[in-house]
């Protein structure tokens, strides 16, 4: 054991007759075990929230989606679906009818998002028509059954009184000519699924129907989409791909991605992680004060036996190093006792989700915990970097003691 170290602990531990000095040490080892374990469980609550959510947008919505400046231009869509396919980076692709429209039932009527699908491809693109269903499934659109099926959102079908095998009206804003003028047009739907994404959004406000069953609620002709929904191998290389497709389809077609389609959710979901950051590294700062009162103090405890010390042959070196590594050790060790608390909470939380949210409030029904090893490394470094820092003015002082000025009185 190196003579620095070795005093370093004998300082720091065995503390009978300064009390009060030993307590701010072990209150300074709380503070930084505390912000330590703080910000691990706050950014594993973070980062298992924007996983979570970006998991739902992408179940519900594809990786990136080509549409047209002309309607038309993608009523005989077989070929480009082909030519999406066969796109570097690509690994599925359907295409899809966007519209909004009205469901009616007897228990009261609702707003909806319906999409259109192709239920042979959409499963391949849409993971929550094959993960996220409760009751039926896409196989229930295929059917020529009348009328035709819907799959609708949990939360819709709770509020609304439907199960399978329901029957619900649809009404469309394109018009029928009648003897009073436009109508809106109407059409009967059985509930053919039941899914549910955890986000109340999309549980209460969209609905699936095959494709040729929403051209006929809109009157639109054979063939017509609103665009081709893809996914890709890499989701962080959604805009590459995209615009390597842009090049390749050209003019009238583009394509958008995700993380363009929801570019400020979450820049202000990184915002608010690195304000949380900030934030609560000020708990560690505070216990870096703590730790230069404490060395201040021990400075001034143990002048004489720094004198000592330095005139049996320790240089100011030596003294300066067993200071620095108090302060060091203060930081080790909380950051030690944070990490073993922080973890351990996060882990209890993923597992038990004792911590519920309401689903009418929140995207989510629970604190979802997703632990990041780079973020974890992060804030072990942070805190020990502000623990190192706090030793330099105590260290700079004790090295600079004179001893024959600090025994003079002795």
């Known amino acids: 054991m190196r003579f620095e170290f070795f005093i370093a602990l004998r300082y720091l531990f065995s503390r009978r007759k300064q009390t009060f000095i ?22 594993g609550v973070y980062n298992g929230f924007t996983t979570d959510i970006r998991d739902k947008i992408l179940g519900v919505n594809s ?11 993608l009523d005989n869509h077989a070929p480009f679906v082909d030519a999406v396919l066969a796109s570097q980076g690509v690994t599925g692709a359907t295409p899809f009818l966007y519209t909004e429209v009205m469901l009616s039932t007897p228990n009261g009527a609702k707003g909806l998002v319906l999409r259109g699908i192709d239920p042979d491809s959409a499963g391949n693109v849409l ?14 659109l295929e059917k020529d059954d009348m009328p035709p099926g819907i799959i609708i959102g949990r939360e819709l079908a709770r509020r609304l009184g439907l199960g399978l095998g329901s029957r619900v009206n649809l009404l469309s804003h394109s018009g029928e000519k009648s003897s009073t003028g436009f109508a ?41 989409i609103s665009g081709i929904e893809l996914t890709v191998a890499d989701l962080y290389k959604a805009d590459r791909v995209a615009e390597r497709l842009q090049q390749e389809l050209g003019p009238p077609f583009y394509v958008r991605h995700w993380m363009e389609m929801n570019a400020n959710l979450f820049a202000a979901l990184k915002l608010e992680k690195i304000g949380m ?20 103090m021990l400075v001034m ?15 100011r070196g030596m003294i300066r190093r067993i200071f620095m590594l108090q302060g060091t050790i203060i930081g080790v060790v909380g950051t030690v006792c944070g990490y073993a608390f922080g973890i351990t909470l996060s882990l209890l939380l993923k597992k038990y989700q004792f911590i519920k949210l309401p689903p009418g409030v929140y ?16 804030v072990g470094g942070s805190a020990m970097l502000l623990s190192f820092l706090a030793t330099i003015y105590p260290a700079r002082q004790a090295a600079r003691l004179e001893p024959a000025e600090a025994l003079r009185y002795e």
Do not use: C, W
């Open 127 to 140: 993971t929550i028509l094959q993960n996220r269903m409760l009751e039926g499934g896409l196989d229930e």
């Open 277 to 296: 950051f900030i934030v609560l590294s000020m708990v560690v700062l505070i216990a870096s004060f703590s730790i230069v009162t404490s060395l201040v």
């Open 184 to 224: 809106p047009r109407i059409r009967s739907f059985r509930v053919a699924g039941v899914f549910q994404t955890g986000m109340f959004e999309y549980d209460s406000t969209l609905a699936f129907v095959a494709l040729p069953a929403a051209r006929e609620l809109l009157g639109l002709p054979e063939g017509r």
């Open 22 to 43: 030993y307590v701010i040490s072990l209150m300074s080892i709380f503070g930084v075990a505390l912000g330590v374990g703080a910000l691990v469980v706050t950014l």
């Open 301 to 315: 405890e143990k002048t004489r036996d720094i004198a000592i010390l330095m005139s049996m042959g320790a240089t």
């Open 63 to 73: 990786h990136a989606i080509v549409m047209s400046h002309r309607a038309e231009a």
């Open 363 to 378: 995207a989510l029904d629970h604190l979802p915990v997703l632990l990041n090893p780079l973020d974890i490394a992060i």
